[in-house]
């Protein structure tokens, strides 16, 4: 049977009500261009757009947009080498590069929190799901054991984390992605009490200096931030995951993207 990019994009839109001014998009390709192959990622980088074109699929799902910008501004990157670069790359092979944004997060459960949760193996500590977050209680324990459980749950060579790092936490929130500002997650430690969230990352001004205060004044809480990147990439394996039972015939490849920041 012929599959083709609207095929897999009806697909992926097909349990969310149509969503206004999303930045979901085909850009580059053509809707009618039978599938060859489907890889999904966190981030379409040059290098990533590379091992798509090694592994030989012509479909990449990008869940952020790979021009730098979550609306691109016009004008942002008028004779740009680093983008002419990229988009002649892309141009060349032939690849279709579609965003899946807006509808991953309005699925429910929201697709890129489903699989972190499920990489965290914490799936049936849900206590509360929300649009932008979810709401557990967990064994107890101190934040810095779960700032390593973290690492060797996601593999990932660090985290960051503020308050009070030796706090015993049960009750916590997660939020994925750049949903960590202020304007979320206060409000979460007050009214869901909260010992402890989990953030993809967001200004650096907001929750963790309320954070900072409110330990100092001597109620103790604890911010974990994992990285944008590193908070949704288990979301798109499983959605490579899905899609693989979904297309059989398909090869479906998940590409991991690598930290782009080292601590030195």
């Not at 691109?72 to 690849?95: A, H």
């Not at 953030?199 to 604890?222: C, F, H, I, M, N």
């Amino acid at each position: 049977m012929r599959i083709t990019i609207q095929n897999v994009i009806d697909r992926l839109r097909s349990s969310v009500h149509p969503i206004e001014n999303t930045v979901d998009g085909l850009e580059p390709g053509n809707p009618g261009m039978e599938v060859l192959g489907i890889a999904t990622t966190q981030m379409a980088t040059q290098q990533v757009i590379e091992q798509a074109i090694a592994l030989g699929v012509n479909l990449l799902i990008s869940h952020e947009a790979p021009y730098y910008s979550h609306r691109m501004t016009n004008g942002l990157l008028d004779g740009d080498p680093v983008f002419r670069n990229k988009e002649k790359l892309i141009q060349e092979s032939g690849l279709a590069i579609y965003r899946h944004h807006d509808y991953c997060h309005r699925m429910e459960p929201d697709t890129i929190m489903a699989g972190l949760l499920h990489n965290l193996k914490w799936e049936t500590c849900v206590e509360e799901m929300l649009p932008a977050a979810a709401m557990l209680r967990i064994p107890q324990m101190r934040a810095i054991e779960i700032a390593e459980y973290a690492k060797t749950q996601l593999s990932i060579p660090y985290v960051r984390i503020a308050g009070d790092s030796h706090m015993t936490c049960s009750r916590i929130g997660i939020l994925v992605g750049y949903r960590g500002g202020g304007v979320n997650a206060i409000p979460l430690f007050r009214g869901k009490k909260l010992d402890l969230i989990i953030a993809g990352e967001g200004p650096e001004w907001e929750t963790p200096e309320y954070v900072r205060d409110s330990t100092y004044q001597g109620l103790p809480k604890s911010l974990l931030v994992l990285g944008h990147a590193e908070s949704e990439e288990p979301g798109m394996r499983y959605l490579a995951e899905r899609l693989q039972e979904s297309y059989p015939s398909l090869p479906v490849h998940f590409i991991p993207v690598n930290p782009v920041f080292r601590v030195v």
